[in-house]
């Protein structure tokens, strides 16, 4: 039997890599309005507040795919902010993700740990399952795109599989005492 923790983040990597899935097929990540004082710290930040807050539109600007996810992607942010909402609404018809995703909470950013154009954030948030509040801890794994800091899921030409990943890395896992 699964544990609260795994079933959250079994629910959580699926859904989100589903919903963004389903938003590829009409948009790509390319262009990026984003301040002249991108931080990793900064990005991860609004990572993070953008999927608590389900802002998709603000998740475009902030995400790289490799260079042939990106290639089969329209450039629309409000059409991918539609195609994610529009997938994770497709993918769980009970809301469990949705009242996951609001259930964020505290989220604290860490130093980010600079290697070239790549970092690693520590990130923590509580989220709540069936009741109970974890505190979990993980990365956001960054990258340095025309001196703008995104979210990193160029490591592979499937967008599923990066996504999955990403998303699992961020939360991470639940914070023993």
């Not at 990005?43 to 389900?54: G, M, S």
């Not at 997938?87 to 070239?116: A, H, M, N, Q, Y």
């Not at 509580?126 to 800091?149: E, S, Y």
């Amino acid at each position: 039997m699964l544990d609260s923790a795994s079933i959250m983040r079994k629910i959580c990597s699926f859904a989100l890599a589903a919903c963004l899935v389903f938003a590829i097929v009409g948009t790509p990540i390319n262009a990026a309005p984003q301040s002249a004082a991108s931080s990793p710290k900064a990005e991860a930040l609004k990572l993070y507040t953008a999927i608590k807050n389900q802002d998709w539109k603000a998740l475009y600007f902030i995400i790289l795919f490799s260079p042939k996810v990106r290639a089969e992607m329209p450039d629309d942010a409000d059409g991918f902010a539609k195609g994610v909402a529009n997938g994770i609404r497709e993918s769980d018809p009970d809301g469990v993700v949705d009242k996951l995703f609001k259930s964020i909470s505290d989220i604290t950013i860490g130093e980010p740990v600079v290697k070239g154009n790549s970092s690693d954030v520590p990130t923590s948030a509580n989220l709540t399952v069936n009741g109970k509040v974890f505190r979990v801890k993980g990365n956001a794994h960054m990258i340095k795109d025309k001196d703008v800091w995104k979210w990193d899921l160029t490591f592979t030409d499937d967008a599923q599989q990066a996504t999955s990943v990403s998303i699992q890395a961020l939360l991470g896992k639940p914070d023993t005492p």
